[in-house]
């Protein structure tokens, strides 16, 4: 499980070094990918498969289906750490993500999210406030 919330910068080259926290369980190959809110999404191969699964269970008909699927899998690479913990992001992931330097990256159960550092507080500001609101909402999916 991933989790926890981690500030680090991505070099000039567009590498950031994962969370010394995530690098064993994301192992030694994983998947980057456009994620929603304006954040890319990390995923290990196990879950990333699992994830592929349920979506190539969708109706295909649906054009909303075929419009996330496309959106999902078109942005997605397989991705390495080198020697140092470092994972080169895509530039069009980096474009996507509005990633420059300050970045956030954080554990969210099964995947691990990478958020520009900007955007991550702008975020948080505007969820912390409804928080509350939120919680009242899911209760009813039984968690």
């Known amino acids: 499980m991933f989790m926890g919330e981690y500030q680090h910068t991505i070099d000039s080259k567009?590498?950031?070094?994962?969370?010394?926290?995530?690098?064993e369980e994301l192992g030694d190959s994983f998947v980057l990918t456009r994620g929603l809110d304006n954040c890319l999404f990390v995923y290990p191969l196990p879950e990333w498969t699992a994830l592929e699964q349920k979506l190539k269970a969708l109706p295909f008909t649906r054009s909303d289906a075929r419009a996330f699927?496309?959106?999902?899998?078109?942005?997605?690479?397989?991705?390495?750490l080198d020697k140092q913990g470092r994972v080169l992001i895509p530039n069009n992931l980096r474009e996507h993500a509005k990633l420059q330097k300050d970045v956030v990256?954080?554990?969210?159960?099964?995947?691990?999210?990478?958020?520009?550092?900007?955007?991550?507080?702008?975020?948080?500001?505007?969820?912390?406030?409804?928080?509350?609101d939120i919680a009242e909402k899911i209760i009813d999916l039984e968690l």
């Open 105 to 132: 990256v954080i554990g969210v159960s099964s995947r691990v999210e990478i958020w520009s550092a900007e955007v991550w507080q702008q975020y948080s500001e505007e969820t912390g406030v409804s928080f509350e």
């Open 14 to 23: 567009g590498r950031l070094i994962m969370p010394a926290k995530f690098r």
């Open 69 to 80: 699927t496309r959106f999902f899998f078109s942005g997605a690479a397989e991705c390495e």
